[in-house]
Nanobody, 123 residues
Framework: QVQLVESGGGSVQSGGSLRLSCAVS????????MAWFREVPGKEREGVAC???????AYVDSVKGRFTISLDIAQNTLYLRMNSLKPEDTAVYYC?????????????????WGQGTQVTVSS
């Protein structure tokens, strides 16, 4: 049973920083992509950042220059560094694994998901 366990969420003030972690229980092919998504009540799950097997990165426009995705293959851990946080970043953040060879924010293409971690940014 593959498990993705997220941590690092919490409550911060606007302008603050957080680092999310996603520990994966088994190694996936380096040719697969991993990503972070977020979800707020009443809205569809939104892709935030992605890294693929060709070391391509993708970010949603609203987080470019503020968020950084990284992967520690030795530790089987995916990270999301979030700086200059804004109230509109408030959401439940999910990591996703075993995606396609190239980055996508289409949720249908990821086989495994974490349980989610809450990020709350106050103004």
């Amino acid at each position: 049973q593959v498990q993705l366990v997220e941590s690092g969420g919490g409550s911060v003030q606007s302008g603050g920083s957080l680092r999310l972690s996603c520990a994966v229980s088994e190694y996936f092919s380096v040719r697969s992509s991993m990503a972070w998504f977020r979800e707020v009540p009443g809205k569809e799950r939104e892709g935030v950042a992605c890294i693929d097997g060709h070391t391509n990165y993708a970010y949603v426009d609203s987080v470019k220059g503020r968020f950084t995705i990284s992967l520690d293959i030795a530790q089987n851990t995916l990270y999301l560094r979030m700086n200059s946080l804004k109230p509109e970043d408030t959401a439940v953040y999910y990591c996703a694994a075993a995606g396609p060879e190239y980055c996508t924010f289409d949720t249908r293409y990821y086989d495994y998901w974490g349980q989610g971690t809450q990020v709350t940014v106050s103004s």
